[in-house]
């Protein structure tokens, strides 16, 4: 090959290279230019039970901090609120796919979960797992989870600690309310999930759970809850983030919080004080 073809070549190959790159800039900026041009965003969110999603028996609508979250958002943003039900087994693919927006789906931050997709640097709680089982288990710590069944859900970021550091067994159910239901039909010996979640469930439901309770005093490895998007959406996550900023620093999510029965808005609490002052 000349060199005046060899020059040709490269100087072909660096520009589908360039545009390439500028592809890739041009999707990543249209996603915010999307949301606002169809008036509309759409929120990946499971609705597993109180505090962060439900269906409300009464009007059966969707409620829930997770939910009060994703209107705020909207609002801020100037468009309406579309939610898709999703569940741990489906709620990446739904993302990645483009059924979803965003997700504000009980996912917490793991260094795995952010190689493959993009997230709010902002926490909006910071939540652990709470294992769940028998008053009469005899379980006092969670180094006697050791060789016993335990269940999860699937995709649970609980999974790898609970194999690793405390050797348990761990069983992945599709969903939590399946990883319960399996604990009281004694496939398990506990079931580890949020601890907001099932502290209010036991403290909602006395007598279906009278003879369960959460039997360890500390959760396991207390993770930031993030919004999850798609790689490269750097529009998308600074807009968000400067919302989740602005409704800590105005107490707007602690407000929710409160109103939908967390048990622990200490990390909240602390956000608030500390961007309200930053904010001054």
Not at 4 to 9: D, F, L, N, P, V
Not at 99 to 113: C, P, S, W
Not at 141 to 148: A, F, Q, R
Not at 188 to 206: E, F, I, K, N, S
Request: net charge neutral; with cysteine; hydrophobic share 40%.
């Amino acid at each position: 090959m000349n060199f005046a073809k060899r020059t040709s070549t490269a100087l072909f190959a660096a520009a589908l290279s360039v545009g390439a790159l500028f592809s890739t800039m041009a999707h990543a900026d249209a996603t915010l230019d999307r949301i606002k041009g169809r008036g509309s965003l759409t929120v990946g969110v499971i609705l597993s039970g109180a505090p962060f999603g439900y269906i409300d028996p009464a009007g059966q609508e969707q409620k829930g901090y997770n939910i009060d979250i994703a209107k705020a958002l909207a609002d801020k943003l100037g468009v309406k609120l579309e939610t898709v039900t999703v569940t741990p087994p489906n709620r990446v693919q739904f993302l990645q796919q483009g059924k979803v927006d965003i997700l504000i789906a009980n996912m917490q931050y793991t260094e795995e979960r952010a190689k493959i997709l993009d997230y709010v640097p902002t926490p909006y709680d910071r939540s652990g797992g709470a294992a769940v089982g028998r008053k009469d288990s005899g379980l006092k710590d969670w180094s006697d989870l050791k060789g016993k069944a335990v269940c999860v859900s699937q995709g649970s970021n609980y999974t790898q600690p609970l194999i690793e550091q405390y050797g348990a067994e761990v069983k992945a159910l599709p969903s939590q309310p399946e990883s319960l239901l399996a604990l009281q039909g004694g496939n398990c010996v506990a079931a580890v999930h949020v601890g907001a979640t099932v502290g209010l469930l036991l403290q909602d439901r006395p007598e279906e759970w009278k003879d369960y309770t959460i039997l360890f005093p500390t959760e396991l490895i207390p993770s930031d809850s993030v919004i999850w998007l798609r790689k490269g959406e750097t529009d998308t996550r600074d807009a968000l983030d400067k919302v989740i900023r602005e409704l800590h620093a105005n107490g707007k999510l602690l407000e929710y919080a409160k109103a939908n029965r967390l048990l622990n808005t200490s990390y909240l609490e602390e956000e608030h004080k500390k961007l309200e002052s930053e904010g001054k």
